[in-house]
Each structure stands twice: as structure tokens, then as C-alpha cells.
């Protein structure tokens, strides 16, 4: 009895990881979206996507997150957990809530100002990343599909298969972005220095926090709960 209770323990921390995870990266999209200077590849298809079709985009997000979620249920359901369903339903509109709030109190930012917005967005994102990640509770529907071809289907390394696939959302980011009614001058706000430096320092930093916060607040929860099961 006392296993399984400290078990549930355990995996609720997980969830609360997942959870804390998932409504940090939500919040860095919409500062990255302030920032206007780029965002990862898979927002990148989203901007372009909320540029072409007129609904909220915290609804557009949970419809191609479902789109995604549908093919891993077909494909290979072993990716996918509570922090995936997390991540679908809470950050599109955790994002769009954060971006029409921040509006308010930054209007018309600088470049400066969108420089400094963007690295707190990095920072912000690679933290709650780090949670999210080290709960290990799923995987988001996108990450999802990398690792489908890579390992179910056999199609190459993961690496390699990701950065192909990250190359096709900013392709297919940048076409929808232009057929929705986006100029040319516009495309650096959703394909610019932030998918640069996003591509290249956040495997760092979130390993990083992975190794400084998340990981130890994990192992901190288990060590608890083996002491209170010594002491009764």
C-alpha cells in the first residue's frame, strides 16, 4: 500500500511538472509573439496558419494539435500521455491570452525592447521546457510525429528527421503566412533571428535547467516521499 501511495505521489508531482511546464512555454510563445523577431519552427506554421484562417488562435492551435494527436493514435499511441493533452488544450490559448495582454502594456515596442522581449522568451521557454520534459508524461503531438518516422518507421536518425521536419513547418509557415495576405516584409516577425537562435541554444539551456532546477525539484519529491515512508 505504502508503494503505491508514494507512487501517486510521484507521478503528481509529474503532473504538476507537466502542468507548470506547459503554462511557462505558453506564456514565453506570447512574449516571443511580442518580440516579433521569429519564433520556433512549429509557431512559425501556427503564425502562418492564424494569418490565413480567421478563428481565435487558441482554437486554431487545440484544431491542429487534434489533426496531429490523430495521427500518433494511429500510428503509435506510446508518445503519448496526460502532459500531451496538457499541451494541446492550455497553451494556444494560454499563448493568446499572455500576447493580447502584454498589448496592452507594450505598444508599439522598439527594437530594443523586442530584442530584450525575445531573450526573456528563450529563457522562459527553455524553463518551463525543461519541466515539461523531465515529468517524461508525453511528448507534444508535433514532437510526436519526428519520433514516429524516426524510430517506428525507420526513416533516419531523430535528429536529422527533426530538423528535417522543422524545416518543412518554416517552408510551410512562410507559403500560408504570404497566402493569407502577409507581405514579404512581414515574414521576419514569424521567421527571423528568434527560429535562429532558437534552433541552435535551446537544446543548452534547456538541458541546462534540466540538470540546475528540474531534475533535482523531481528527485527532491522522491527523496521526500522515501523518508516519510521510513519513518512509518
Sequence with gaps: MCYNYDMIKINGRRVVMSLFGVIICAIAVGIFKIAALGVDPF???MSGLDQLIP?????????VNVILLLFSLIVDRHNIGI??????????YITQFTYEWLQTWIIDPNLIVRFVCLIIGIVIICFGSAFYM???LGVSTYDAVAIVMAYKWKLGKFKYIRICTDV????LGITIFIIGGGTWGAVPTIVGAGTIITAFFMGPL???FNEKVARPFLAKGKSADTET???E
Design 134 to 136: 523531465t515529468a517524461d
Design 43 to 45: 509557431q512559425s506554421l
Design 83 to 92: 502532459a500531451t493533452f496538457i499541451n494541446l488544450f492550455l497553451l494556444g
Design 206 to 208: 534547456i538541458e541546462f
Design 229 to 231: 515512508t521510513s519513518a
Design 55 to 63: 478563428i481565435e488562435f487558441g482554437t486554431l492551435y487545440v484544431i
Design 168 to 171: 518543412v513547418c518554416v517552408i
